[in-house]
């Protein structure tokens, strides 16, 4: 089984994990990629569910009988595939700031070398059924206390230079909830991206709904933002207003307008979208949304659907590897057509890469 067919299904199926001496250090809830761990498998280091009731079904599984970072033996039903590893423990998860707070829960490596972190643990649209998400996860890590509700700029930056310096992490990415309806996380994220190049020279991508007002496009560059994102999730209407009645109310076609005005200043290739493939969007539908996309200089940046633990759509089932495996193949045409590479952007998740397989086939 070749690298692309085997991190596109390990992504479908998940991972369960056996002989659970050190298996349940992950990221559980929270905003992104939650119920997953990070996995390196033949040099690529991706992350894979393994908290989901999916994973425990999964027909991968490994013995965790061994220490974090040796090679581990993946198996398929029971049959060796190849060895994978699990990345250690960051150095500085183990500093705390000056208040005490931990910087695990500040900001999270994700990858191998990718700081993520959410300003805003709270969101307007976050705990109510006619506004809410139904795959976010955003609260329960702040109902856990495994976070804080707001990072303060000074404290993102403390930990961003400790990063750095300690464990050689090459990028940020930075998202948050929804605070307003007007800025919609632009005015803070500009604050914490500010404070954090004051500090250390990293590139940034931050995340956030379009604000109203295109004017922060601006504003988040000349804070030192490098890169930015503005998730689109699913394009089908019917789907955006079943499962996402609040965000969707910001219709697919002003997420095009903040797109080509994002695109004038931070440029080709570092304006992003994240889509969720799985939620009801079909390939045909997913694949010309991509390709609007990209000729407006937009990566699209598609990942399986993962039914978070705790949320209403826990119990949803994520794409089927073949339909993954399609959509990647055919997206890179596209991709390779419109001169667009996930490693031409400064920083994003599409640059990490670790939560789909798309990057793998890109022609590089």
Same mark, same amino acid.
């Not at 900001?107 to 191998?112: E, I, P, Q, V």
């Not at 304006?271 to 949304?289: E, F, I, N, W």
């Not at 209403?312 to 667009?340: I, N, T």
């Given at each position: 089984?070749?690298?692309? $067919? ?48 999916? &994973? ?6 490994? $013995? ?21 590893s699990f990345p250690t ?43 809410s998400c139904q795959f ?151 694949? &010309?949304?991509?390709? $609007? ?72």
């Amino acid at each position: 089984m070749n690298k692309q $067919r085997l991190i596109t299904e390990l992504q479908s199926h998940g991972l369960k994990l056996i002989d659970q001496t050190w298996g349940t250090v992950g990221r559980r809830g929270g905003a992104g990629p939650s119920d997953h761990r990070a996995v390196t498998v033949d040099g690529t280091t991706v992350m894979v569910p393994i908290f989901t009731s999916n &994973a425990t079904k999964s027909p991968f599984a490994v $013995r965790l009988d061994d220490q974090p970072g040796s090679q581990i033996v993946l198996e398929r039903d029971g049959a060796a595939v190849t060895t994978i590893s699990f990345p250690t423990q960051p150095n500085f998860y183990a500093l705390s700031t000056a208040e005490g707070i931990p910087y695990w829960k500040i900001a999270l490596l994700h990858s191998k070398d990718v700081l993520a972190t959410t300003v805003l643990q709270t969101c307007m649209r976050y705990g109510h059924p006619e506004t809410s998400c139904q795959f976010c996860a955003i609260g329960q890590s702040l109902e856990a206390g495994r976070t804080i509700a707001r990072k303060t700029p000074s404290q993102l930056a403390e930990v961003a230079e400790a990063a750095v310096r300690l464990d050689g992490v090459k990028q940020m990415v930075m998202t948050t909830g929804t605070p307003n309806a007007t800025d919609r996380g632009a005015a803070y994220l500009s604050e914490c991206a500010a404070a954090i190049k004051q500090q250390v020279d990293l590139p940034i991508q931050a995340q956030c709904e379009p604000p109203e007002d295109f004017v922060w496009f601006e504003r988040l560059k000349t804070a030192g933002v490098d890169s930015l994102g503005m998730h689109l999730e699913v394009v089908d209407p019917l789907v955006r207003a079943q499962i996402m009645p609040g965000k969707g109310s910001v219709s697919v076609e002003f997420y095009f307008e903040a797109f080509a005005s994002a695109v004038a200043v931070f440029g080709r290739g570092e304006v992003s979208t994240y889509l969720l493939a799985g939620l009801g969007d079909d390939l045909p539908g997913l694949l &010309a949304a991509c390709e $609007r996309l990209i000729a407006v200089g937009v990566y699209p940046f598609v990942v399986p659907f993962v039914p978070i633990s705790g949320t209403p759509l826990a119990g949803h089932a994520p794409p089927k590897s073949d339909f993954m495996f399609d959509l990647y193949r055919q997206l890179a045409v596209l991709l390779e057509r419109g001169r667009l590479s996930a490693q031409q952007s400064k920083a994003g998740c599409a640059k990490c890469g670790a939560c789909s397989a798309l990057s793998l086939f890109e022609n590089r």
